[in-house]
């Protein structure tokens, strides 16, 4: 890919006639997906923890653009058992998703466990997003140029899995246990495009970042000096959501992507920039990791993802 210094959001091809759903739609990073999706005619299922929010988000759309076409729903990806309900009322009115954008987090929060008894950010950040894509794939199989943008960060470079004690009991460490989640998005966001492709899927899995950006999950979850560096000390040099957005917008809807490639800021240390291939981390890319994260994955969540039999 050549550096897209001038790729901007009017560069969105048109969407009309294609339908979104971006987690986490309702703040920060989703919104301002949610917001270029929208204003490039796509239909966006705003997938969200808190219904009201994302409708006040929506409303907010609608005041600068009448005409966008959204739809709010309620999604926990902390708690399986919502994944589930949204997956079945999707399938009970639709039967085709272009894109799905799994983009929702949380980041250093206090330890808590998530309704099923995971790590709150392995289940919301990984475990939800897994079950997700799985339980939906055969709508994207249906979809025109079907993607799975999957959300990680420069953090994946210094995670990695905590098989020994994954909800922290014996020891946990607020940014160890996020690096932890973003380094499982990375490794499943790669073996899933591994797995699709040996299917002969027509669907395509694409990791993006968005560098250093300025959004609530710097504020809503941290705590002491995370907090104090992501939220306040570093906020004035992190882009704006729209910035941040741009790698994420640009894996979606870009005509010629390839599956499993990772897209992110093409400035120092991927900070900041406009939308660029980024590398991703050996130790994402080891096949024995990816395997083992999957079946993990499958157990924990109880989703079997139904590939199709290989041409």
Same mark, same amino acid.
């Given at each position: 890919?050549?550096?897209?210094?001038h790729w901007t959001t009017e560069r969105i091809p048109d969407q009309t006639g294609r339908v979104f759903v971006v987690t986490g739609a309702n703040s920060g990073l989703g919104l301002a997906t949610t917001?270029?999706?929208?204003?490039r005619?796509? !239909? %966006?299922?705003?997938?969200?923890?808190?219904?009201e929010k994302g409708r006040r988000a929506a409303a907010e759309?609608?005041?600068?653009?009448?005409d966008a076409d959204l739809e709010v729903r309620r999604l926990d990806l902390a708690d399986l058992d919502s994944v589930r309900a949204f997956a079945d009322r999707f399938h009970a009115d639709r039967s085709r998703l272009d894109v799905l954008v799994n983009n929702a987090g949380v980041m250093a929060p206090p330890r808590s466990l998530s309704a099923q008894g995971h790590e709150l950010q392995f289940a919301t950040n990984h475990l939800g997003h897994f079950a997700l894509t799985g339980l939906l794939l055969d709508t994207l199989s249906a979809g025109r140029?079907? !993607? %799975?943008?999957?959300?990680s960060s420069p953090n994946h470079r210094q995670g990695r899995l905590f098989l020994d004690d994954l909800s922290g009991e014996r020891a946990y460490s607020p940014m160890g246990f996020y690096n932890q989640s973003k380094f499982a998005n990375a490794v499943f966001g790669r073996e899933l495009h591994l797995r699709l492709t040996g299917a002969g899927s027509p669907v395509l899995s694409l990791l993006a970042h968005p560098g250093y950006t300025s959004t609530n999950?710097?504020?809503?979850?941290?705590?002491?000096?995370?907090r104090l560096l992501y939220g306040h000390l570093l906020r004035p040099l992190a882009q704006t959501p729209a910035r941040g957005a741009l790698p994420q917008l640009y894996a979606a809807t870009h005509p010629d992507v390839r599956g499993g490639e990772f897209i992110g800021p093409d400035g120092m240390a991927e900070l900041r920039g406009r939308p660029d291939?980024?590398?991703?981390?050996?130790?994402?890319?080891?096949?024995?990791?990816g395997h083992r994260l999957w079946e993990l994955s499958e157990r924990l969540t109880g989703v079997r993802f139904a590939f199709p039999a290989p041409a």
């Open positions: 890919m050549t550096r897209q210094q917001r270029a999706l929208a204003r005619g796509a !239909r %966006v299922i705003l997938a969200v923890r808190d219904e759309i609608t005041g600068e653009q009448p140029d079907p !993607r %799975v943008v999957t959300v999950l710097q504020t809503s979850a941290p705590v002491g000096p995370v291939r980024v590398r991703l981390s050996p130790a994402a890319a080891d096949a024995d990791t």
